[in-house]
């Protein structure tokens, strides 16, 4: 009602509105249609009791406003949400960033287009040369010779399960297995080789490895310290390429870091370096040495890089861990950097024209960000900006397929 008594009567064609009386200003959405949604019926009448100082006030309009609406929640106004395209809520995912049209989940943020199709599709075994600065792939990664953990086996290895003490199973086992466990520079080194661990003798191996671990270091999801060898050797046993894998595997599966890791004269083929390259790449701490040496790894490197020795490669340059990097001396406004190359030992396998590997990798990313060194004692770094540090023994001492 008007405060003449009578009823406003609207333009012709004009739709019918109703103000708010909040005093903000602004028009209810409520007013040109019923509670239903339908748009036809009874207009609702508004009832705000704001008492601001903008709209047009009614007769009805009461004196002693609360500043509140009856209908509660901040004045009785819906938002509405903006709603965000299928490409923008997968680019928002974290740990994602777009490429392109297409999402790379756990990708680096500062990835470019070409690094990404080259680290995540192609190449032995994913990895990619990072075209300058280093392409870190998710450890999720479900492609061939993939990198780090599996979605089923981080699983598997965050699941409690029942726990063999072998040393109770065992005891004689156990017990010889502790006279070849000796205290080291950098941690326990557990050295079997020279026919000491054949492959019927592995299993025995991983059960007392995890039993030692157990009862020395404790469980390390609830004490919180990693597993930690300093050497693991296991050299001229004459392993099998399956046994090899078996035992990578699991230390890939208990998180055993190990800092020397020394398979030299065994039957280590393509299979045991992809085991090898996905240890390596799980593992949180770097390795400083790796013997692969008088071996039967296969490899023709004029037929480029789809090899396993330069899928290895590939994953320490691109892993966080590498090279290993010290503070030198402070000489003037300049802080020295050390780096130290990671020793792999290759001699004695059947890789033919094994110094293309090295320039294949000098031609890609260019000496600043890979070096390769002729022995593994730390140098001084000039850039800082190694990706890759190595020593690569024996390329030119191979032995010729029969």
Request: charge should be positive; include cysteine; charged fraction near 20%.
């Amino acid at each position: 009602p008007c405060p003449g008594g009578g009823r406003r009567t609207p333009a012709p064609g004009a739709p019918r509105r109703s103000r708010s009386r909040s005093g903000s200003g602004s028009r209810s959405r409520s007013c040109s249609r019923d509670r239903s949604g339908s748009g036809k019926g009874r207009r609702p009448r508004s009832r705000s009791r704001g008492g601001g100082g903008g709209g047009r006030r009614g007769p009805r309009r009461r004196a002693s406003g609360g500043g509140r609406s009856r209908s509660g929640g901040g004045g009785g106004r819906r938002r509405r949400e903006s709603r965000a395209s299928p490409k923008e809520a997968v680019a928002a995912l974290p740990g994602s960033s777009a490429v392109g049209s297409t999402a790379v989940p756990g990708a680096s943020p500062n990835l470019g287009a070409a690094s990404a199709a080259a680290g995540w599709f192609g190449g032995y075994g994913g990895y990619g040369w990072g075209y300058g600065q280093p392409y870190y792939p998710p450890h999720h990664a479900a492609h061939a010779g993939a990198c780090g953990w599996h979605p089923a086996a981080a699983v598997a290895a965050a699941t409690p399960y029942a726990y063999r003490d072998y040393a109770q199973e065992k005891p004689q086992a156990y017990q010889a297995f502790l006279q070849y466990v000796r205290p080291g520079t950098h941690g326990f080194e557990i050295t079997l080789s020279d026919g000491m661990c054949r492959d019927h003798h592995v299993a025995d191996l991983l059960l007392c490895l995890e039993s030692w671990f157990y009862r020395e270091v404790g469980n390390p999801k609830v004490g919180g310290h990693p597993w930690r060898l300093g050497c693991l050797n296991l050299s001229r046993n004459g392993l099998t390429d399956e046994s090899v894998v078996r035992v990578l595997t699991r230390l890939k599966e208990l998180d055993v870091r190990s800092r020397r890791l020394l398979f030299d004269g065994n039957l280590t083929h393509k299979l045991g370096v992809v085991a090898l390259t996905e240890y390596v790449w799980g593992c949180q701490e770097a390795i400083a040495e790796v013997g692969l040496a008088d071996s039967s790894i296969e490899v023709n490197a004029a037929l480029g890089d789809e090899d396993p020795i330069s899928s290895l490669l590939r994953c320490l340059y691109n892993h966080a861990c590498y090279p290993f990097k010290a503070v030198g001396e402070q000489k003037g406004d300049k802080q020295e950097t050390l780096v130290t190359p990671v020793l792999i030992r290759l001699g004695g396998n059947f890789i033919t024209e094994g110094q293309r590997i090295v320039d294949n990798i000098a031609e890609k990313v260019g000496s600043k960000h890979a070096r390769f060194c002729e022995t593994p004692d730390p140098y001084v770094s000039e850039s800082g900006q190694e990706f890759l540090a190595a020593c690569v023994q024996g390329l030119h001492r191979q032995r010729r397929p029969a």
